[in-house]
């Protein structure tokens, strides 16, 4: 069906699995095909509405728990995380961006020129560099799809984050945090290593993968949509929509109370970290 061949092309693709998800889940609830086929586009109708703005209230969340004048590391290349950059430059809490380059795409290259077009400062640097330049920014951003499913670095970036008391912010609209059976479906696709020259010699062989996943553990805050969420907040999400299948969250409903107990972030004062204690 579509719907298995959707996902089985884009298997690290969240909103994707949330999309084909919904859309089973009011076909299985139709009494006919035809009330399935008008459920279904119901449902899309829906979830594109929701979409337009989910990505921008998303983004605006980032101003809020950043200081004045931070110094941000990211990877790769998001919407979500290009437009919430944006946002915290606009409101004078961002000085300077710095971008991993993220091979083997180089999408931070890319995701460095947009913010340089808007008048952003930005350094790009190696991938190798990026854990060690942690200790030197005030945050680290990212995107996420179930725990955090991210460019390939991402898990190394969040243990340095860690080991500095820096804050790992992940920024997302709610259709990508994937709970219970979805989260179990997604995979990580490996890809040719091509980028990797071994020349032709044997037997050496090379390894090359675009994602990987990261703990929620290892997050301070999840700043979606539907507002800023401790890892426990979100983790009590999930469940709840395991329990109510093919809903996603959605913005504007009722939020969990945000509690942080760690003291790399405050959301009324922005990040902290043991350099500014």
């Known amino acids: ?48 509405r929701r979409q337009v703005t989910a990505v921008e209230r998303a983004a605006r969340r980032l101003p809020g728990v950043l200081p004045g004048r931070a110094v941000v590391l990211t990877l790769s290349s998001s919407e979500v995380v290009y437009r919430a950059l944006l946002a915290a430059r606009r409101r004078g ?10 091979r083997p795409g180089r999408e931070g290259e890319a995701l460095a020129r947009r913010l340089a077009a808007r008048g952003v400062p930005v350094t790009v640097i190696v991938d190798a560099l990026a854990p060690t330049v942690v200790g030197e920014v005030d ?20 243990l340095a984050a ?19 059976s979805l989260a179990g479906r997604l995979r990580l696709p490996g890809t040719e290593p091509r980028h990797i ?16 996943a990261t703990p929620l553990r290892l997050v301070a805050a999840v700043l979606t949509d539907a507002g800023t969420m401790a890892p426990e907040t979100v983790r009590r999400r ?16 009722r939020r969990s109370a945000v509690s942080f107990t760690s003291p790399r972030l405050d959301t009324k004062r922005g990040v902290r970290h043991a350099a500014s204690r």
């Open 1 to 48: 069906m579509l719907g298995e061949t959707l996902v089985a092309a884009q298997p690290a693709m969240g909103s994707v699995l949330t999309v084909v998800d919904l859309a089973l889940s009011e076909v299985a609830r139709a009494q006919t095909v035809r009330a399935g086929a008008r459920a279904v586009q119901r449902a899309m109708e829906r979830y594109v």
């Open 93 to 102: 809490r961002l000085a300077r961006v710095v971008v991993a380059e993220s």
């Open 139 to 158: 945050a680290v951003v990212a995107v996420t799809a179930t725990a955090v499913w991210h460019k390939c670095g991402t898990f190394g970036l969040a």
């Open 162 to 180: 860690r080991a500095t008391r820096r804050p790992l912010l992940v920024v997302t609209s709610t259709d990508r945090l994937l709970g219970g």
């Open 197 to 212: 020259s071994t020349g032709r010699r044997k037997p050496v062989h090379a390894l090359d993968r675009l994602f990987e």
């Open 238 to 253: 999930l469940r709840a929509r395991k329990a109510g299948r093919g809903r996603p969250v959605e913005a504007g409903s």
